[in-house]
C-alpha cells in the first residue's frame, strides 16, 4: 500500500465521526484533501453537514466536491475540525504549517469541540522538532523579529538554521493571510508548550507551527492498518 492509499485510509476512518448536521473544520494539504473528497460523495448520498475551510485551496477543493461551506462569522462553533499535520508526538502535540496554512488551521482547531488530526504513521514522533518549526511573520521589521524567535529559542534550549520560505518560482512564498513564514530546522524540541509560548509573545510573529493541547485524536494509519490515538 502506498503512502496516498495510507493517507485515504487515515481520513475515511475519520469521516466514520462525522454525523449528520454537523458543522466541520476542513484541514489543508494532501491529507486533509482525502477527507474533503470523501465527505462530498457523503454530502452526494445525503450527508447534511457544512464546513469551514482553512485555505484557499481547500476552499476550492471543497467547491468542486460540493461541500456546502460557511464561515466562523456565520457561525459560533464547529463540531469536529479534521487535518493533517507535518509531526505528532505521544501528547498529541503537533507541528503543522508544511502548507503553509497553519494560521487558519489554528484558528478553525481552536473553535471546534474536536480536532481530529489524520496522517500516515511516518508523522508519529517521539519528540517534535525534526520537521522544520514554520513561524509565520509580518515582512516588516522582520529582522528584528528573527532576533525575537533566536532569543525565544535560546531561552528554551533549541537552536537552529532559521530561512524565509521561498515558493516553487524562487519567490518569497505569501500565506492566505498575506504573511510570510521562517522554517526553523530545530532538530528536537524538549518543551513544545514553554516554546509556542516565547514565540507566541514577539511582536511580528503572528502564529507559529506548534499546536499545543489542541488534538482530541489522532488516526495514523500504516501497513498493519489503523490506529487511533486518543489525548490522554
Known amino acids: 500500500m502506498n503512502m496516498d492509499q495510507l493517507k485515504r485510509q487515515a481520513a475515511a476512518r475519520a469521516l466514520e465521526e462525522v454525523r449528520d448536521g454537523m458543522q466541520l473544520g476542513l484541514g489543508t494539504g494532501s491529507t486533509a484533501k482525502h477527507f474533503v ?5 457523503r454530502v452526494a448520498a445525503g450527508l447534511n453537514v457544512i464546513g469551514v475551510p482553512t485555505s484557499e485551496a481547500t476552499r476550492a477543493d471543497a467547491e468542486r466536491c460540493g461541500v456546502p461551506l460557511t464561515t466562523l462569522d456565520e457561525i459560533d462553533h464547529l463540531d469536529i475540525t479534521v487535518d493533517g499535520a507535518d509531526e505528532i508526538d505521544p501528547e498529541l502535540n503537533l507541528i ?10 489554528k484558528i478553525v482547531a481552536a473553535a471546534s ?7 500516515d504513521d511516518t508523522k508519529w514522533v517521539p519528540t517534535l522538532g525534526r520537521f522544520p518549526l514554520p513561524v509565520e511573520v509580518i515582512p516588516f521589521g522582520l ?5 525575537g524567535i533566536e532569543k525565544a529559542f535560546a531561552e528554551c534550549g533549541v537552536s537552529g538554521q532559521m530561512a524565509v520560505r521561498r515558493a516553487k518560482d524562487g519567490h518569497v512564498f505569501v500565506t492566505d493571510g498575506g504573511h510570510w513564514i521562517v522554517d526553523a530546522q530545530l532538530g528536537r524540541i524538549a518543551d513544545p508548550a514553554s516554546l509556542a509560548k516565547a514565540l507566541s509573545a514577539i511582536p511580528g510573529v503572528v502564529e507559529h ?24
Request: net charge positive; hydrophobic share 45%; glycine share 22%.
Open 96 to 105: 503543522k504549517g508544511g502548507g503553509g496554512a497553519l494560521l487558519r488551521e
Open 209 to 232: 507551527g506548534l499546536f499545543i493541547g489542541l488534538a482530541s485524536s489522532a488516526v495514523l494509519a500504516g501497513g498493519e492498518g489503523i490506529r487511533v490515538i486518543e489525548r490522554r
Open 143 to 147: 529582522g528584528a523579529t528573527r532576533r
Open 37 to 41: 473528497e470523501l465527505l462530498g460523495e
Open 113 to 119: 469541540d474536536r480536532m481530529i488530526v489524520i496522517a
